[in-house]
């Protein structure tokens, strides 16, 4: 597991700019991660920023530090000691980082050992650059140049004897690699030539410590004194500003202005426009003046690394006044501009103070002493410009325009005063903790809950344009007409504009509430509670105003957030449900966030060139709407990774994964990297197979499941900075939840065919136990047919035979009888065989049209009746079961033909079909009424020929008319295997 660790920066930095335009932030080993001797800064284009630190190769999203060590990278383990520090990315998005036992090159969360080379044991790489064609040039402390390759290594360049522990290097414009070595002086590599430069050494320039190409084809060198610009050979020397600690130059940075970043050993950060230098250094909060690295981010923010700490200058798109500008105070409190220009400050700490503002400075004078007991509580502008002021003791006082003193209060005894407001015609309404007070023409009469206040707790009050005035009360607001005493309740949505902080109007007849509950519509249309649900960097607002671009402004404890009065207005309406175009800008300090009773108001206003100022917990910030429009301040989003996955707290490697089914506990850690304000990001995931919707996580960087179902799953996670856009950039992880060994489709499959087996086996035993039944069964019936109806059946024949000798018989009546005698044998003969079928069923004795075309001669002869066969199709076999059934069938039809039909003819076909054989008994007799053929009287041919087809799973039909002959269908299937049911039901 990375050690990852807090990123907040030091506390108490404030608000103070730096050098006008920078906000400075600091962290330092207090923080949790030893930032002493921060060195080598490197962003990567994954927006990583990337340092070396006493932890170790370290790696900042801009809210935590990671530290690259063994436990999180195979190739730095048993390497407790390893020097690593960051030194370039080449145009592959490798990674180099410089250690003692050579380089190596990191990509894609891996570390691998690249180009290993003994020597770096005592001899480290002080600077590497890539050169115009992508190659990647590295310089050592002993003055050894090397080429390195991401597959060959490094490859080294002769010619080169810059041994310096400070040497630096750079690509020029014209890709020239130009190395400066202190004593050793400045050397140019041209393609595969190394030179000596002399021209500084011919000035008196000795011992360059750092050198940077600009891309205005400038080359500038850094001494101990001096930065000295060389530009198509012409040569330009600026000495540093003296200070009392050493300057001499060690590091260089190029702003994205053109500006020169110079770091120094002991004197603090210079900027350099080419006229002048700036100077920042510990007296403005930078952690130490001794400047390691500089390094311009993508964002424009300026980090700098000291021996005590990483540092950084955040650009700020307003001008910010605070106590070191000239305001009397650190905490402005209310705010308010009055007729003449000037700018009144009513400080919660006491007292009331009127000055100026200028680019540079700030000059305030003192127009009330400070009062804790009775400070102003309340400012408002009069209508001839003067300046009314409320105060907590309950008095009201008007500072006139011209006048540098002040009168008596107008009025007094009041309770503590939360707000003033003054009509167009005079009248003074004055908001109090107890209740609204009207002062007219001398007379002061109170309004109260009679007169439809909502409560007497007083927050806000406003005029808007069409002249309705507005009171916002601790459980509501209430409007009026200012020429008469009577309000009636508003509207408004659950949870909404409770403790109004301010009330303004945004567009004409559109009144917004602004409260720590969020942005309440109030009027010109639907009740709509705004909040950061709707993309608000937060709910609490204490400040609003209206810009002369559309824009609205609002000021909450982070900062200041701009947002597109449009989209207010088609999120209030529903006709979007996300702010999109919300900005916020960070402060380090935003608006305090006091009792909206007791702390002083109004926190902002916007002056007549359009500025908009506000009153923060530091400072007073300016902001021009125009020059913020045009200052690239919608940063873009943040970039999103997914940092490291643990199953039950063991690392996975990046990419697609397989999680065990027994896997607990799935945790994902992802990270938005944002530079600027990465404390801010907001994330929301989901994870596709599990969540039906985006889940909002806040600020929270990780996320965890338990006992996922077996399929797969992508995980997607996406952030948004200080806007309201969700970037559509994801971050994604796919994987695969494998299912238990009992749900696996080779186990199914082979538990299925187990079960067919066991089934098959249960099936043939039961098959067997039939057959045994039945043959056993067979076998009696046998018996019973043989020693009961052939032996009587013999016993006939025997005496028929006797008779037949012992009597004298004509010659016509011995015929008959020696038919009697044959027909007799013949029964016999098919009794015997009906015996051996009923003990050997498989056997068949002959061919079933065979034996019906001899069926139909015995039971046709000597009727006069004529018979023939056809025969349709390729002849199949019959089961026994079914050749035997089927024939009886067909005996018992010829049968009936004979005894009853009266038929001069009778056709038997034969049809074999694909899927069975349809016989077909058609005679040409004299019919009948078949209702009365089905009917038993007696003989039971018809249903005993039906029962037979059934147990053999055939089907009968019978179709005959009177005078029109009679036909017996019969359908049967042939011979299947062993699945198919019992002995009976073969087929």
Not at 206 to 218: L, N, Y
Not at 709 to 724: H, L
Request: a neutral charge.
């Amino acid at each position: 597991m990375s050690l990852t660790l807090s990123s907040s920066p030091v506390a108490g930095q404030g608000l103070t700019p730096v050098l006008g335009k920078y906000q400075l932030d600091v962290w330092r080993a207090q923080d949790g991660v030893r930032l002493a001797f921060t060195s080598n800064l490197v962003q990567t284009s994954d927006g990583y920023l990337w340092l070396s630190s006493q932890a170790g190769l370290t790696r900042f999203d801009g809210a935590r530090f990671t530290v690259i060590d063994g436990a999180n990278t195979p190739a730095l383990r048993g390497r407790p000691r390893l020097q690593t520090y960051p030194l370039l990315e080449d145009a592959e998005h490798v990674l180099w980082v410089g250690t003692d036992i050579g380089l190596m090159a990191y990509r894609g969360g891996m570390l691998p050992s690249r180009a290993t080379d003994p020597s770096f044991a005592t001899d480290l790489v002080n600077a590497a650059v890539m050169d115009s064609s992508g190659r990647v040039w590295a310089i050592t402390r002993l003055g050894r140049l090397f080429h390195v390759d991401l597959d060959n290594g490094l490859r080294a360049v002769p010619g080169v004897a810059a041994r310096s522990l400070g040497s630096s290097m750079t690509v020029d414009a014209v890709g020239d690699i130009w190395i400066a070595a202190g004593r050793q002086g400045v050397h140019r590599l041209r393609g595969d030539s190394m030179s000596a430069v002399t021209f500084l050494s011919d000035l008196g320039i000795d011992e360059v410590t750092r050198i940077v190409a600009t891309r205005d084809s400038s080359v500038w060198f850094g001494t101990a004194t001096e930065v000295v610009q060389w530009r198509q050979g012409h040569i330009r020397r600026f000495p540093l500003p003296r200070q009392p600690a050493m300057g001499a130059v060690s590091c260089f940075a190029v702003g994205a202005d053109g500006s020169l970043w110079v770091g120094t050993e002991g004197a603090g950060l210079y900027r350099f426009d080419g006229r002048s230098f700036e100077h920042v250094s510990r007296e403005e909060g930078l952690s130490d003046d001794r400047v390691i690295d500089i390094m311009i981010d993508h964002d424009h923010n300026v980090w700098v690394a000291t021996r005590d700490g990483l540092n950084r200058l955040r650009p700020i798109p307003f001008s910010i006044i605070t106590a070191r500008s000239g305001l009397p105070t650190e905490l402005p409190g209310g705010i308010l501009l009055d007729g003449t220009g000037r700018t009144w400050l009513a400080p919660p700490t006491g007292g009331l103070f009127r000055g100026t503002v200028d680019a540079n400075a700030a000059r305030f004078a003192q127009a009330e002493s400070v009062r804790r007991s009775d400070r102003v509580t309340a400012l408002a502008r009069a209508r001839d410009g003067s300046v009314w002021a409320g105060h907590l003791g309950g008095s009201v006082t008007r500072f006139e325009r011209d006048r540098t003193n002040v009168g008596p209060p107008i009025m007094a005894g009041l309770p503590p005063v939360t707000d003033i407001l003054e009509d167009p015609d005079g009248t003074l309404w004055i908001g109090t903790w107890h209740g609204l007070y009207r002062w007219r023409n001398g007379q002061v009469r109170p309004v109260t809950v009679s007169d439809g206040l909502l409560d007497d707790a007083i927050h806000r009050i406003v005029r808007d344009v069409a002249g309705t005035l507005w009171v916002a009360t601790q459980s509501g607001i209430v409007r009026g007409k200012v020429d008469e005493v009577g309000f009636s309740e508003v509207a408004i949505p659950a949870n909404g504009a409770r403790r109004t902080v301010v009330l303004f109007e945004a567009p004409v007849g559109t009144l917004w509430a602004g409260s720590a509950d969020g942005l309440t519509r109030v009027s010109g249309g639907r009740p709509a509670l705004l909040t950061t649900a709707h993309g608000l960097p937060e709910n609490w607002i204490g400040a609003a105003e209206l810009d002369s671009v559309g824009n609205v402004w609002l000021g909450q404890l982070g900062g200041l957030t701009r947002i597109r009065l449009s989209e207010l207005v088609a999120a209030a309406d529903g006709r979007t449900t996300t702010l999109g175009s919300a900005i916020s800008y960070p402060l380090r300090e935003g608006l305090a966030g006091g009792d909206p009773t007791a702390w002083p108001h109004p926190a902002s206003f916007k002056d007549a060139a359009g500025t908009i100022w506000f009153a923060t917990g530091h400072g007073i910030v300016r902001v021009d709407p125009m020059r913020v429009a045009g200052d690239g301040q919608t940063r873009g989003l943040p970039l999103m990774h997914i940092e490291q996955i643990l199953v039950d707290g063991s690392t996975v490697p990046s990419g697609a994964f397989t999680l065990d089914p027994a896997a607990r506990r799935l945790e994902l850690r992802y990270t938005g990297v944002d530079l600027s304000n990465g404390p801010g990001v907001l994330f929301r995931f989901r994870l596709d197979g599990y969540d039906t919707t985006w889940v909002d996580a806040g600020a929270q960087r990780v996320a965890s499941y338990t006992r996922l179902a077996a399929g797969n799953y992508r995980f997607r996670v996406t952030g948004r900075a200080s806007n309201g856009g969700w970037s559509t950039a994801e971050a994604v992880a796919d994987f695969e939840v494998l299912a238990p060994l009992y749900r696996r489709p080779w186990f199914l499959v082979a538990a299925g065919v187990a079960l067919a087996i066991a089934l098959f086996g249960a099936h043939r035993s039961v098959l067997y136990t039939r057959s045994v039944a039945i043959r056993e069964e067979r076998s009696r019936m046998a018996r019973e047919i043989h020693d009961s109806l052939l032996q009587g059946f013999s016993g006939i024949a025997l005496q028929l035979q006797a008779a037949s000798t012992r009597l004298a018989l004509s010659g016509a009546q011995q015929p008959l009888l020696d038919r009697i005698l044959s027909l007799i044998d013949q029964t016999l003969a098919q009794a015997r065989d009906s015996v051996f079928d009923i003990r050997h069923p498989s056997v068949v004795q002959e061919d079933f049209v065979k034996a019906c075309n001899g069926a139909a001669e015995r039971i046709l002869a000597n009727s006069g009746t004529e018979f023939r066969v056809v025969l349709r199709g390729r002849t199949r076999r019959l089961s026994p079961v079914t050749h035997a059934e089927s024939l009886r069938i067909v005996e018992e039809a010829l049968t009936n033909v004979r005894k009853h039909a009266a038929a001069s003819e009778v056709v038997m076909e034969f049809d074999y079909q694909w899927r069975g054989l349809h016989v077909t008994i058609r005679d040409n007799g004299i019919g009948g009424d078949l209702g009365a053929l089905q009917q038993p009287s007696g003989h039971w041919g018809v249903l005993g020929m039906r029962e037979r087809a059934s147990r053999m799973g055939g089907q009968l039909s019978l179709r005959s008319r009177p005078e029109a002959g009679t036909a017996v269908s019969l359908q049967v299937r042939y011979a299947r295997g062993p699945l198919t049911g019992s002995e009976a039901r073969r087929i």
